[in-house]
Structures are given as C-alpha cells and as structure tokens.
C-alpha cells in the first residue's frame, strides 16, 4: 500500500545550520512527491514538487528512487522557516490521490 | 473566491447530533478533495469529486459519513450522529487539472470539529 514516513515529530536547528527533513515512502508505480509547509495560524500551501526541480525559499528535495527518499534540505535555516511540513504522495487510478506523512515540526532557534 | 474557503471554521457538536461542513472551492477547479486530520496527524484521505461526480469515497471511515457535490462547485461534507472519535480537523482542498502533473491541492483553512 502507499505509505509516505517522516521519521522525526520534531527537528530544532539554530538559525543558519543545515537543516534536512527526511521523508520516505512506499509505492509500486511511479511516485510523484511533493512537500506542503503549513506556518502557524495559516493553511496548508504547497512548497515545492519533485517534477519542477526547483528551489523554493532556499529549499530543495531530491527524489531517490533507489532508497524511496525525499528528503527536504536547506543550507542555511531562517527563523521564518519554523512550520510544520509534510511530505506527500501523489497516486490513484486517476491520478489524484495525495497521502499525506505525518508532519515534522521545525523550530529554528535564534 | 481567491483561495478555497471553508465554513464554519469551528464547530462544537454534541455526540449524536449530525452536522455538515461547507467547502466553496476555487473557481474553475474540477477536483474536490475531503481529508480529515487527526491531531498530531498527517491529512487522511476522505473522498475525492471531479466536477459532481464522486469517484473515490473509499477514505470515508464509516457510512455515518457523506459527501456530495451537486453542481461541481461548492462541496458539502455531511457526518451523521456524530461520535467523539469524529472529532478533527476537516480538511478541504482543490486543484485545476482532474489528473497530471501540475496539479498541486489548494487548501482551505479547515473546519475544526469538536464532538462533547
């Protein structure tokens, strides 16, 4: 069955340090994965998928195949970055099926 | 609307009163999605409409939950004699393309549902 894991609840980095948010998933077909960021008091909102290869807010998510892995990386964490996030998976027969991990809490300390 | 909006935002239901949450998606979008999130949990998977048609409903977690979409605009969800269990944070989400790539979910701010 599909499965999307995030393995920490919660990661807390200094402001500047290297932050990696780790995310593995489960699938037989081919995956399309995406990261949702959800900041305090606002709605969940897509930060960024696999298929684009882009960088968004200095953010980036390699997709690895070979160990089913998606992890969200960013060189230098920034204060405004603390949110919760969530890695998703996208399948169905029509293509429109999303599972969602079960989040990890990001605290960047000053 | 600019974004995917959700009615009401909170709700207080007591066990085994029925009660129905309202989701007003972007204009235009074909796909309506329902998911319900626990506390401390990921979004869970509900059911799925593409324009009025219902084509996934298998998330739904017991027949005490129905959705529908008559004109495929403005979604209702609907939760019958409403247990403790029920209570979370109902998610509504959409998106432009009914399959494809590019078709990333738009979230509402969610309806909190709270069953005393």
């Known amino acids: 069955a599909q499965r999307v894991t995030q393995p920490e609840k919660l990661l807390s980095v200094f402001k500047g340090a290297p932050v990696e948010l780790k995310c593995n998933y489960s699938y037989s077909g081919s995956p399309e994965l995406f990261w949702y960021v959800q900041y305090s008091r606002q709605r969940l909102q897509l930060l960024l998928r696999h298929i684009s290869r882009e960088s968004i807010k200095g953010f980036t998510a390699d997709l690895n195949k070979g160990e089913t892995s998606f992890h969200l990386k960013k060189p230098f964490a920034q204060e405004e970055d603390s949110a919760m996030y969530y890695c998703a998976l996208k399948w169905g027969n029509y293509g429109q099926n999303f599972v969602f991990g079960p989040g990890t809490r990001l605290s960047v300390l000053p | 609307g600019a974004g995917v909006s959700q009615s009401p935002r909170y709700k207080v239901a007591k066990r085994g009163q029925d009660v129905a949450l309202r989701c007003d998606p972007i204009s235009g979008h074909v796909s309506l999605f329902w998911y319900q999130q626990a506390l401390g949990q990921g979004p869970e998977f509900l059911t799925y409409f593409q324009n009025e048609a219902q084509l996934d409903k298998s998330g739904l977690p017991s027949d005490r939950f129905f959705a529908e979409r008559p004109e495929g605009s403005v979604s209702t969800l609907k939760i019958q004699r409403t247990q403790q269990e029920d209570s979370a944070v109902y998610l509504c989400?959409?998106?432009?393309?009914?399959?494809?790539?590019?078709?990333?979910?738009?979230f509402g701010n969610g309806t909190r549902l709270t069953v005393t």
């Open positions: 989400a959409s998106s432009f393309y009914r399959t494809g790539k590019n078709s990333p979910l738009h």
